[in-house]
Each structure stands twice: as C-alpha cells, then as structure tokens.
C-alpha cells in the first residue's frame, strides 16, 4: 500500500507546531522561575554537589523514604536556603543536594547535620563534586559554539550536495527536533527536576547529525527521481521517494532506539538523562524527515513552479464594446 505523506501535509505542521509552542512556552516559564531556559546543572553554573545514600545494611534504617522536607529543614539551618534537593536512588533512600560552592569544613558539618537527622551514609555511595563558575561559564560557550558550527556545516554541505533551498528546509527541520528536545527537558527540568549538562550538549550535537542523515537519504531519492522524470509534480515525486525510502527509516530508527532504551534502562544515573535526550531528539528527526522537511520542500517547489498572475492597469477593450462605442 502507497503511503501518501503529502495529502495531510497540514495535519503534520500542525502537529510540529504545537509541539514547537509547547516547548517555547515551557523554555519561557523555566526562565522566569529558573532563571535559564532549561535547569542547568553544575557543569554551566558552578558550585557543589552532595549526593548520600543511607546506609541499609543497619535494620529498620530503610522501611521508609527519606524525606524530602526533613532534608530542607537541615539545608536551611545550615543556612543554605537555596540550594536544590531531590530524593534519589532506589526506593528513595539517596539525596541529591545541590548548592553554592562549600569548603571542606561546610561540607563535613553538612553531612554531619543530615545523617543526625536522617541516619548514617554509605560511604560508597558518597559523591561530592565542585565546579567553579569560570568553568561552567567556559563549558557552556564552548557547548553553544559548537552547536552553531555544526548548523553552519550542515548548511554548506547540504547547499554543495543540493541545492540552497533544500538546506534551509533541512535546517528547518532539525531546527524543530532540536527545540522540541530541548523543551521536553525544560518541562522535566520544571516538574521533576532534571538538570541538564555537558552530556546533555553532546547529545544535541549527535541529533543534528542523525536528523541531517535521514533527510540526507529521503533528499537523494527525491533528486533521483527527478532525473529521471523531470516532468512529474513534486508531491508526487516527494511521496515516490518517502515510500521508497520509508522501510529503510523505520528500520534504522527502530534499531538505534532499542540501544537507547537499554542505555536508558540499564546505564546507570549517569547516562539516563543523556539517553533519554537521543531518544527523543531520534524519534522527532525521524518524524521530520519524513513529515516535515519532505513535505516542505513539495510546498516551496509547488510555490516556485507557479506562473505569476500580472493583472493589467488598463481594461481591454472587447469587440463588443468597439460596436457600442
């Protein structure tokens, strides 16, 4: 069976721009709550973070979670009012407190307040790391600088291998996987407090070079075809090409992701965040280079190929209009 992409073109915009607004009203509501569009992590910002987990090889130290609120009393009276805490690890047994930058001294005495409060820390699970501004701020340029060059690099080779057009709608398009990737973060980032870091700028980096790749092959086909037909509609040809192409896309997409899933599974806290960014990003540069960018290159080459319409100044006159004159 033929799969006609074109004929619900605008159904598939209009699910792209809904997804689009969604992630910008929820980067625009980060910002004004977090100070940033998505929750950075210490990696951009600096300062240092703790993480315990209660040590349960004692009896009937781990029936219950730890609790959250028992945590922030002793955050507070440490007078470290606005550090961020979240409750982690299995059946809620860890903390994960992140806040300014701690000496030696503040730290131990914070340990100390907390495992009076909430019972004794396994030393092996025991992470504190420290990061300075100057090179939060550094990671941080260098993440956006190369996210740009990547974007201007794929718009030269896609201009030399194709033509102008077809790369501004490939950008287009990864413009749109990378946003909306972005926003499902910033909305995690709001809701369950998951920060983003340098893993996080490599995983932007890996989806603009799968996106580019699935247009790449969807692009190929489309200029095969009008080699060899010239003539024939460009809707026509674009669903040629998409059908041509379809079970080559959903193969590969599904391949990669099921190595995704086991990252995110089975990767450890680390990875999870990191994996269920490619997942995302994978799954919408897939959507766009089949709904998306194809569709709308079908739209600007139907627009192109229209004559212009040039209405005359001056009436003509008509031979009945000679007579009655």
């Given at each position: 069976m033929k ?5 619900r ?26 100070g ?5 992590s210490?990696?951009f910002v600096?300062?240092?973070?703790l ?5 349960c090889g004692q009896p009937d ?10 945590v922030r009393e002793?955050?507070?009276?440490e ?5 961020s805490?979240q409750?982690v690890?299995k059946?809620?047994q860890?903390?994960?407190i992140?806040?300014?930058t ?12 907390l ?10 699970g025991t992470q504190i790391d420290?990061v300075?501004?100057t090179?939060g701020r550094q990671?941080?340029?260098q993440?956006?600088l190369a ?8 718009v030269?080779?896609l ?5 102008v057009?077809?790369a501004v709608?490939?950008i287009?398009a ?5 946003l909306i990737?972005?926003g499902v973060f ?12 340098s893993l996080f700028?490599?995983?932007i980096l890996t989806i603009?070079?799968f996106?580019?790749?699935d247009t790449?092959?969807?692009?190929d ?5 009008l ?6 509609r ?5 669903d040629?090409?998409?059908n041509q192409?379809?079970?080559r896309?959903i193969n590969?997409?599904l391949t990669v ?10 990767g ?8 269920l960014?490619l ?7 897939a959507y766009?280079?089949?709904?998306l960018?194809?569709t709308?290159?079908?739209?600007w080459?139907e627009?192109?190929?229209?004559p212009?319409?040039v209405?005359s100044?001056e ?9 009655d004159?």
């Amino acid at each position: 069976m033929k799969f006609s992409v074109g004929k619900r073109r605008t159904f598939w915009w209009a699910i792209s721009a809904i997804l689009m607004i969604v992630s910008i009203v929820a980067m625009v509501v980060s910002w004004q709550q977090l100070g940033a569009p998505l929750r950075p992590s210490l990696d951009f910002v600096g300062g240092t973070r703790l993480q315990f987990e209660r040590d349960c090889g004692q009896p009937d130290k781990c029936t219950q979670p730890i609790n959250i609120s028992d945590v922030r009393e002793v955050v507070d009276a440490e007078k470290l009012n606005n550090s961020s805490i979240q409750v982690v690890g299995k059946n809620q047994q860890g903390i994960s407190i992140r806040t300014k930058t701690l000496n030696v001294e503040q730290r131990t005495q914070l340990q100390t307040a907390l495992s009076e409060k909430i019972g004794a820390f396994d030393p092996k699970g025991t992470q504190i790391d420290t990061v300075g501004p100057t090179l939060g701020r550094q990671l941080f340029t260098q993440g956006l600088l190369a996210l740009v060059v990547s974007f201007a690099g794929i718009v030269i080779y896609l201009s030399v291998r194709f033509q102008v057009d077809y790369a501004v709608i490939a950008i287009l398009a990864l413009f749109h996987d990378v946003l909306i990737t972005l926003g499902v973060f910033s909305i995690l980032g709001l809701v369950a407090g998951i920060e983003v870091d340098s893993l996080f700028v490599v995983a932007i980096l890996t989806i603009t070079g799968f996106s580019v790749t699935d247009t790449v092959v969807i692009y190929d086909r489309i200029r095969e075809i009008l080699t060899l037909h010239p003539n024939e509609r460009i809707d026509k040809v674009v669903d040629d090409a998409i059908n041509q192409t379809l079970t080559r896309s959903i193969n590969t997409t599904l391949t990669v992701l099921l190595t995704l899933f086991s990252l995110f599974l089975f990767g450890g806290e680390t990875l999870r965040n990191f994996a269920l960014a490619l997942i995302i990003g994978f799954t919408m540069g897939a959507y766009s280079s089949i709904f998306l960018a194809s569709t709308l290159l079908a739209w600007w080459r139907e627009r192109k190929s229209q004559p212009q319409v040039v209405e005359s100044a001056e009436p003509i006159d008509t031979p009945a209009s000679s007579q009655d004159s």
